[in-house]
């Protein structure tokens, strides 16, 4: 029995009509799929990507984790508290930040800040 393919493209989930193949489903224009490896490697992959080896800068760092940390389940392993986020200004920020926020959000009773 083929289960059926699932994704999140800009925090909707999209499912595939069934039939649909995997590459017809993955050639989606708005697609981006980001797979974090290790603390120095992630892998990306998006519709415009080529095969090649770039050097992360802080900005694609920050939207890595970004993506990382909002498409999870509320569950984020990390070595630092200091990981880069980007804001939806495009502001980059310090990850510690972001967790002191969550904190006194859940101080004040607020469930998923």
């Known amino acids: 029995m083929e289960?059926?393919?699932e994704i999140v493209v800009n925090g909707e989930t999209r499912a595939a009509e069934r039939g649909t193949s995997v590459e017809k489903f993955?050639?989606?224009?708005?697609?981006e799929i980001t797979f974090p490896?290790?603390?120095n490697?992630?892998?990306?992959?998006?519709p415009e990507s080529r095969d090649s080896t770039v050097e992360a800068t802080e900005q694609i760092i920050a939207h890595v984790n970004s993506r990382t940390l909002h498409?999870?389940?509320g569950l984020v392993f990390h070595a630092h508290?200091?990981?880069?986020?980007r804001r939806k200004t495009g502001d980059i920020r310090q990850g510690s930040e972001y967790?002191?926020?969550q904190q006194e959000a859940r101080r004040r009773g607020i469930l998923k800040p």
Request: charged share 20%.
């Open 3 to 5: 289960e059926p393919i």
């Open 99 to 101: 967790i002191a926020y």
């Open 26 to 31: 993955l050639a989606d224009h708005d697609l």
């Open 71 to 73: 498409l999870s389940t």
């Open 81 to 85: 508290d200091d990981f880069l986020l």
């Open 41 to 46: 490697a992630a892998l990306i992959s998006y």
């Open 37 to 39: 490896v290790g603390r």
